[in-house]
């Protein structure tokens, strides 16, 4: 008899399977209900875990207010937008409100599973400009792509949080005021929009000592809300081994002559590595930096290639 009501069960959960991801492997989320669910965390949760191939979930134009998690089991996820200005996941938790959050909590959505994948979407922490560390995107997880997404808040937007994982950002806007790109993966962003919108700095890596690639801007373009962000720095060291490399980048009138900044602590000059290569704009400075960042040669810069900066561990190599 319970061999019969477990085999039961388990038909149903097969059956239930096959009825969330169809044979084309699509799921469609809408706040009107005119898709599969109405909310983006039902559709995660539905979808089977440690699937082996791609599971796709199609995200209508709206505001979604929720504090989405994808957990680490549902792995080869792709969430895909209708519109990235329009298809908006957002929620305002903030270090210190009244639910007691900090910085690794107060995400809007945390990533922790490995292969995901992001299009047309705005992660948006709405927390307010004077709210303090309100993470908008926590990523996690390993081998992570966004494309034509939009990381949106205030002080701590994006969070790239484990050493050893590494996440590709392509064509993406990303805005912030306070260390708005801080943590210790490896991380591309190729041809990203970064705006600044108070005088602050850009970065704050947490590379961990040993792993050979931190942030890498591409062929970005740096801007500002000219109002509120004049000085900007392009990073500063959360941890010691901090690396951070812009190449090709387009940096405008806000950022600072001298462009990095040590921490209050002169000991991190000896072991962060900043360095630029072929920056270009008013923000471009090689003579005024500071001395202990680096400007790259030719051949230094050569070594910044998707193939390598991804090398590490399992290879791994994300579609341009």
């Known amino acids: 008899m319970k061999q019969s009501i477990w085999a039961v069960l388990l038909l149903a959960s097969i059956a239930a399977q096959a009825q969330i991801a169809p044979k ?11 898709g599969t669910y109405r909310t983006v ?11 082996p191939t791609t599971v796709t979930i199609r995200i209508k ?10 957990p680490a089991g549902k792995t080869h996820l792709r969430l895909v937008g209708e519109d990235a200005a329009a298809t908006v996941i957002t929620f305002s938790d903030h270090t210190g409100d009244a639910a ?11 990533v922790q599973a490995p292969d995901f994948a992001a299009e047309n979407l705005t992660f948006e922490n709405a927390a307010g400009y004077t709210a303090g560390q309100a993470v908008a995107l ?4 390993d081998r992570a792509t966004f494309r034509h997404c939009r990381m949106v808040g205030n002080q701590d937007v994006l969070l790239l949080a484990t050493g050893g994982t ?17 943590g210790a993966s490896t991380a591309v962003f190729d041809h990203c929009t970064i705006k600044s919108k108070k005088n602050s700095f850009i970065t704050a890596a947490s590379t961990p000592a040993g792993q050979a690639f931190g942030f890498v801007f591409m062929k970005c373009t740096l801007t500002a809300d000219t109002a509120l962000a004049k000085k900007v720095n392009l990073g500063r060291p959360w941890r010691p081994n901090a690396r951070v490399v812009y190449l090709n980048t387009a940096m405008g009138a806000h950022i600072t002559p001298t462009a990095w900044d040590n921490w209050k602590n002169p000991e991190n000059e000896k072991t962060a590595y900043f360095a630029e290569y072929k920056s270009t704009g008013p923000g471009a400075n090689p003579k005024g930096r500071v001395a202990w960042s680096h400007q790259l040669t030719a051949a230094e810069a050569k070594q910044y290639t998707l193939k390598t900066i991804f090398a590490a561990g399992e290879p791994w190599l994300p579609g341009k």
């Not at 084309?24 to 005119?34: E, K, L, N, R």
């Not at 064509?171 to 801080?182: K, L, N, W």
């Open 24 to 34: 084309s492997g699509t799921i469609t989320v809408a706040p009107d209900g005119s």
């Open 41 to 51: 965390q039902e559709a995660v949760d539905a979808v089977p875990n440690q699937s």
């Open 61 to 70: 134009k709206g505001t979604y207010r929720e504090k989405l998690v994808v």
């Open 100 to 110: 007691g959050h900090n910085t690794q909590t107060s995400h809007s959505v945390l």
């Open 138 to 141: 926590h990523v996690e997880g």
């Open 166 to 182: 590494r996440q590709y950002f392509k064509d993406c806007y990303i805005e912030g005021t306070t260390d708005f790109i801080f």
